[in-house]
């Protein structure tokens, strides 16, 4: 019984040393999920596009010129709420046109009651700052307003050399082809002249790219309903509530409740799952009790029938014992 007993503790013990182990590795295992670093290789891919407010490859190069243009690319971000989201949409478009800019993309969107535009729009350089700070027709609230800059001035000047060595490279392996002498020859030369072409071809496209972006900036504008219930919140005060504050505030306590009981029973199975374990360990540990304390039972039974002996004869008071008949009747 006593062996028992002890490998039943050692079996515990080993079972919880390898659960804390596991857990452990667990936690310090390398993540192996995220995405490697990847360094620029001096060509910039064909067809690269370049959002806003992203970084920009840098290349290497020796210092830039004392006296440079600067080229900066500047785009911005609006969210706006308006009584009237169409003419909202045309005060936007007149403006952008009469800047000099355009409207490059517009999309009208809408769910139940509730419609909202998402727009894009171009303005020359330097006029993005006059555009942001207008306030366009039937605006009731700026929502928000980002401006993006990014200087890719190093990575502009860089391109147009890289452009300029790899025009005088290809110059001079097609003077060398007209000099070789064997197909073997030709052939090396003409295969390098069709890398630099594909290489010169690339780094034009990068630099008519960051031509253009630093001609034009872009905004993406979202215009709003104002009775938009996903971001419409009425201002409500303690000095002075009327009866559609009042049940704006009971709503809003009823979902907060609701909200804490639901997370109440997300974080208790959570921690039903955490413990699982533990638990386990505990109705193994319970079971294995119950045996034993069943098996006890039968084994003091088995014993008390051995014995053989008789169970005590119910204890009867003299007093109560019946008395027979006397002698002679």
């Given amino acids: 019984m006593k062996k028992f007993k002890r490998m039943l503790i050692v079996t515990i013990t080993m079972l919880l040393i390898t659960l804390l182990c596991y857990g452990c590795s ?40 004392d006296k440079v243009e600067r080229k900066f690319i500047q785009n911005g971000v609006l969210a706006l709420r308006s009584s009237d989201i169409q003419k909202t949409f045309e005060s936007l478009s007149s403006l952008a046109i009469n800047s000099g800019g355009r409207v490059v993309s ?7 009651d509730i419609k909202w535009i998402t727009m894009r729009v171009t303005v020359p350089y330097g006029k993005l700052s006059e555009f942001m700070e207008h306030t366009a ?90 009775t938009d219930p996903t971001i419409t919140k009425p201002e409500v005060t303690w000095k002075t509530l009327k009866w559609s504050d009042v049940g704006y505030l009971m709503k809003n306590g009823i979902q907060k409740v609701g909200i804490g009981i639901v997370l109440f029973f ?38 008390t029938s051995h014995t053989g002996l008789a169970p005590p004869a119910e204890y009867v008071h003299p007093d109560e014992r019946s008395v027979g008949p006397p002698e002679g009747e």
């Fill in 266 to 303: 997300q974080y208790f199975l959570v921690f039903l799952v955490y413990a699982s374990p533990i638990i386990v360990l505990l109705v193994i540990v319970l079971v294995i009790l119950l045996l034993l304390r069943k098996k006890r039972r039968k084994r003091n039974a088995a014993k």
């Fill in 106 to 112: 517009y999309e009208q969107l809408s769910e139940g």
């Fill in 26 to 65: 667990a936690n310090f295992a390398p993540d192996k999920g995220g995405n490697p670093e990847s360094g620029w290789d001096g060509v910039a891919p064909p067809n690269q596009d370049i959002a806003p407010g992203e970084p920009y490859p840098s290349y290497p190069s020796g210092p830039l010129p």
């Fill in 137 to 226: 027709e039937n605006v009731t609230k700026v929502e928000n307003k980002t401006v993006k800059s990014e200087e890719v001035t190093e990575a502009y000047y860089d391109t147009e050399t890289r452009i300029k060595s790899t025009e005088e490279l290809i110059a001079h392996y097609r003077s060398m082809l007209t000099k070789a002498e064997t197909i073997e020859d030709t052939l090396l030369v003409q295969t390098r002249i069709d890398e630099l072409t594909v290489e010169l071809e690339s780094s034009k496209g990068y630099l008519q790219l960051l031509e253009n972006l630093t001609q034009e900036s872009r905004i993406d504008i979202t215009i709003r309903m104002e």
